[in-house]
């Protein structure tokens, strides 16, 4: 069977201070068709990076090696225009800032049919009313006199509703939206990702999620990956996740962020800072952050283990019983 | 812990290691060649072959020769000498313009960025005032005034650079001061003055260095031309722009006697503006 | 590192009479110019008549959206904008009107603090952290060099930072270890409210618990006020006792932070408290009644 988008065992070195540094390491995820897959976690983790690399994004001198196929055609060694063509017809990107994202001179309604017109030749007119259409289906009222305006006449909701009509322009199979309501307010964040939902059951589209809310993704996706200092360290459903996380950075990420309905007397919180790929020791990255650390966790990076339908990398991962809540009052602290 | 064993471990590297760090070959080759032209012009009265003015009636005219290295001119005074003295006047002028600019500019582009409303107000339209002279026209009014010489065409340029600098200056403080660590500042109670002296200017040396570096440039060009056009430096006295004035070697032909200046002037000004550029885009890379 | 507040610290909020703020008809209208020139004015009223009173020791969470006028309250609290209406008391002294005089605003940065959201902007590049904490030290009180050194060794400690990490420059720490930092310098100055901005909103979750432990701790240690500015529903219970909400400047509802996150009734709440994903959380069902968070968009 194929897989709409196959990522697998990608590595990404990028250049920082005229250095390489490692950012991805043994990277594998599928998405399928219609399908929602989030990649959560915190700075450093590499959930935008895997993103830009399934378009070919990375900046100058991005070593990437491994492989990325779409619709079981394989991407590794594809020419720029190949690339180019791709992006045009069958992945995009909607990023974290609209406002940085679209050209602040054009109007709206310019900026939407430009692609149209120049690459398709479409008619002006005909360009203007698909965008009218879309941003009507993006929860835009009013959008002839929107077409007219200017984004700084807009909110940063409304852009961003703006970025994903012109993303449905091409109608992509996939859509990687990396952190797409993280600028936004919670209001707008739900009115967003309820527009997003919509689509995603009308028009089958896959998409691949990223963002640092474990919340969120689990609202809204159909398996999360959670990243860790450029490994991806467990793969489940938002249920299991939730009800029986198996590696134990996902557990403590759980544990630690704050809950709506109830005060913890005291949040049980993880040491240290998240890593980046680059300083991770050698094994386990979390090691040094792990309640559960062994002796074998520094001597080599576990490999991926299905458990109970889920992916995790953690040695210890059989024998542990984690769970995703912690009691008011109860609950271990580490530190 | 492994970012501060890099730290210290960085602070033992040999002096001239740190600075390739921080301006790259490039720099350090441009850097090098000025500070070669500051010591030679500090020299000058040690390591110059002959006096600048000494008369060689023998070689007028001449290429290079094992008397006079660089040649000699069509009064017969040797080049490389003209050259070594010449170098105090074309260094230390421009040094006396952008310092005294410098000096003026970053108080001025303080005071009208951190207090803002009717004081900036003031502050700019007075810059503005200055900007609307050409600094040579002002420079030719000063000589009108003190007669020429180095001192009234160098404080002529200084005025006219001034605004230049502040004006920079000025709104790189109007989007400093408002960032959070200011704003932490000023809730604490610190006064202006302490603020703008401590944090502010510190944190917007880079662009005034940058902008002290590109001006030197051009003042040292600017100041070259006032003795090309004979208002800064009279003949006897020499400095590049002096020498660059010579019609008779122009049109005989006879043109190594004008290149060598004109090469100096070319290589000093860009290895003045490459330094600064190269310590300021360090200086903002190494805090962030 | 980690949540280790082991000193022996004793209580160094000085004792107040009255509540340790009291806001009254607080109001703020900025002047944004407008049509082709900038000739033209309008009024924005950012905030209007926000009134609340804190006690000592309490901690009071200001909750709203963008544009809700929150941050423009904290700024207005410790002086970085001047009111344009209304009244404010901080430990028992007015500051309605801007300091007249250097004094007085030092005076006035020992009774109120604030700490900021972004740990990358909040200190100085250049200046070491014993550097920054020594300035402020000195500014607020009379010690020797001696004393300033040991404060600031046990200040750094208060924030879970080592003797060590006062060394180096803003640049070799992380985002969570700058906010200590932020916090530490806060602290310095020995307020009796504390005003956080957003103060871990920008911070990753496992950081964030971290920085939100330290924050209660102190509270606890030494009795300290809180003015605790966030859009985040759950950091507010997890901070607050009382909490205010507040929606294009204007207070729609206030009171125990318990009641209006467990039981809210004013509308926007309600709106604010569906919006927040949790499992079984349906986006579709709240864009049913979105047309609150719709109307404010245009």
Same mark, same amino acid.
């Given at each position: 069977m194929t897989h709409l988008l196959q990522i697998e065992n990608l590595s990404v070195d990028l250049v920082v201070h005229r250095r390489y540094r490692k950012v991805l390491q043994d990277v594998s995820i599928t998405v399928e068709?219609?399908?929602?897959? !989030?990649?959560?976690?915190?700075?450093? !983790?590499?959930?935008?990076?895997?993103?830009? !690399?399934?378009?070919?994004?990375?900046?100058?001198?991005?070593k990437m090696s491994g492989g990325i196929a779409f619709d079981g055609q394989s991407l590794i060694g594809a020419s720029y225009k190949e690339w180019q063509k791709f992006r045009a017809t069958k992945a995009a990107m909607i990023f974290q800032d609209p406002r940085a994202s679209i050209n602040p001179v054009h109007r709206i309604g310019d900026f939407l049919t430009e692609a149209l017109v120049h690459n398709r030749g479409m008619d002006r007119h005909e360009a203007l009313e698909r965008a009218a259409t879309l941003l009507e289906?993006?929860?835009?009222?009013?959008?002839?006199r929107r077409l007219r305006q200017?984004?700084?006449?807009?909110?940063?909701?409304?852009?961003?509703?703006?970025?994903?009509? !012109?993303?449905?322009?091409?109608?992509?199979q996939l859509i990687l939206a990396d952190e797409p309501t993280t600028a936004l307010d919670v209001t707008t964040q739900a009115d967003v990702i309820a527009v997003l939902d919509d689509l995603r059951a009308q028009r089958d589209m896959a998409m691949l999620f990223i963002t640092h809310d474990l919340e969120l993704a689990a609202a809204f996706s159909d398996r999360i990956a959670v990243m860790y200092a450029g490994f991806i360290v467990e793969v489940s459903t938002p249920a299991q996740l939730h009800a029986r996380p198996l590696h134990p950075y996902t557990a403590a990420l759980l544990h630690s962020r704050p809950m709506l309905h109830e005060r913890t007397a005291r949040l049980p919180q993880i040491s240290g800072r998240p890593l980046s790929a680059f300083e991770a020791p050698p094994g386990c990255p979390f090691q040094d952050r792990c309640p559960y650390v062994q002796p074998r966790c520094s001597e080599s990076m576990p490999q991926p283990l299905l458990i109970a339908g889920s992916i995790v990398r953690c040695h210890r991962a059989s024998e542990l019983e984690l769970v995703s809540t912690v009691g008011a009052g109860g609950g271990q602290t580490h530190g | 812990m492994s970012l501060l064993t890099n730290l210290t471990n960085r602070e033992d590297h040999h002096l001239l290691r740190k600075v390739h760090d921080r301006i790259g070959t490039g720099g350090m080759v441009a850097g090098g060649f000025m500070l070669f032209l500051i010591v030679a012009a500090t020299l000058a009265p040690l390591i110059s072959p002959m006096s600048p003015n000494a008369i060689d009636l023998l070689n007028v005219s001449s290429g290079s020769t094992w008397l006079h290295p660089l040649g000699t001119d069509n009064l017969g005074r040797d080049v490389l000498s003209r050259l070594l003295w010449g170098a105090r006047p074309s260094l230390l002028g421009p040094t006396l313009v952008i310092g005294v600019a410098t000096i003026i500019a970053v108080p001025l582009a303080a005071l009208a960025g951190w207090s803002g409303g009717v004081i900036d107000q003031i502050v700019s339209r007075f810059l503005d005032l200055v900007f609307a002279f050409p600094g040579i026209l002002l420079a030719i009014l000063a000589v009108t005034l003190y007669g020429p010489g180095l001192y009234p065409c160098s404080m002529a340029l200084a005025l006219s650079y001034m605004p230049w600098i502040a004006r920079v200056t000025r709104s790189e403080i109007l989007r400093e001061r408002n960032k959070p660590y200011i704003k932490a500042l000023e809730v604490q109670g610190l006064s202006g003055f302490a603020i703008c002296v401590r944090h502010l200017i510190p944190n917007v040396s880079a662009t005034i260095w940058s902008q002290v570096t590109i001006s030197f440039g051009y003042a040292l060009i600017d100041l070259a031309a006032l003795s090309f056009l004979g208002l800064n430096i009279l003949p006897p006295g020499s400095d590049w722009g002096v020498m660059t004035n010579n019609e008779n070697a122009i049109l005989q032909g006879d043109l190594n006697q004008v290149l060598y200046p004109c090469l100096l002037i070319i290589l000093s000004v860009t290895s003045v503006t490459y330094v600064g550029k190269r310590l300021s885009d360090e200086n903002t890379r190494l805090l962030k | 590192m980690g949540d280790a507040v082991h000193s022996a610290e004793t209580d160094h909020v000085r004792r107040l009479n009255g509540p340790a703020v009291e806001v009254a008809g607080l109001r703020k209208v900025f002047r944004v110019s407008g049509g082709v020139g900038g000739?033209?004015?309008? %009024?924005? *009223?950012?905030?209007?008549?926000?009134?609340?009173? /804190?006690?000592?020791?309490?901690?009071?969470?200001? *909750?709203?959206?963008?544009?809700s006028g929150k941050t423009t309250i904290a700024r207005m609290l410790v002086g970085i904008d001047t009111a344009s209406g209304g009244s404010i008391r901080v430990a028992g002294r007015d500051r309605s009107t801007p300091a007249k005089s250097t004094s007085e605003r030092r005076r006035r940065g020992s009774e109120m603090q604030i700490v900021f959201q972004d740990p990358y902007t909040s200190l100085d590049p250049r200046q070491s952290i014993n550097r920054c904490i020594n300035e402020v030290l000195k500014l607020h009180r009379t010690m020797t060099e001696n004393e300033r050194r040991q404060r600031i060794i046990e200040l750094l400690d208060q924030v879970g930072l080592t003797e060590h990490q006062g060394l180096v420059l803003p640049k070799n720490l992380s985002g969570g270890q700058r906010q200590r930092v932020a916090i530490a310098r806060a602290l310095a100055a020995e307020p009796a409210v504390l005003v956080l901005d957003e103060a871990v909103s920008a911070l990753d979750v496992s950081i964030q618990a971290q920085i939100i432990n330290l924050l209660n701790d102190i509270r606890e240690r030494?009795?300290?006020?809180y003015i605790f500015i966030s859009h985040n /529903?759950? *950091?507010?219970?997890?901070?607050? %006792?009382?909490? /205010?909400?507040?929606?294009?400047?204007?207070? *729609?509802?206030q009171g125990d932070t318990e009641k209006i996150l467990d039981a809210p009734e004013n509308d926007y709440t309600k709106l604010l408290l569906a919006s927040v994903p949790e499992p079984g959380w349906k986006p579709r069902r709240v864009r049913a009644d979105a047309a609150l968070s719709r109307e404010s968009e245009i």
């Open positions: 068709k219609a399908e929602v897959v !989030s990649l959560v976690g915190e700075s450093g !983790s590499g959930k935008s990076m895997t993103a830009r !690399s399934v378009l070919s994004l990375l900046p100058a001198q991005g289906q993006v929860g835009i009222d009013d959008a002839t200017y984004p700084h006449e807009l909110s940063g909701g409304m852009l961003q509703r703006v970025m994903i009509a !012109s993303v449905l322009l091409i109608e992509p | - | 000739r033209r004015h309008r %009024d924005f *009223v950012a905030v209007e008549g926000a009134s609340f009173s /804190l006690e000592q020791g309490h901690s009071l969470g200001i *909750v709203g959206e963008s544009g030494t009795n300290m006020a /529903l759950a *950091v507010v219970r997890q901070v607050t %006792d009382q909490t /205010l909400v507040l929606r294009k400047g204007v207070v *729609v509802e």
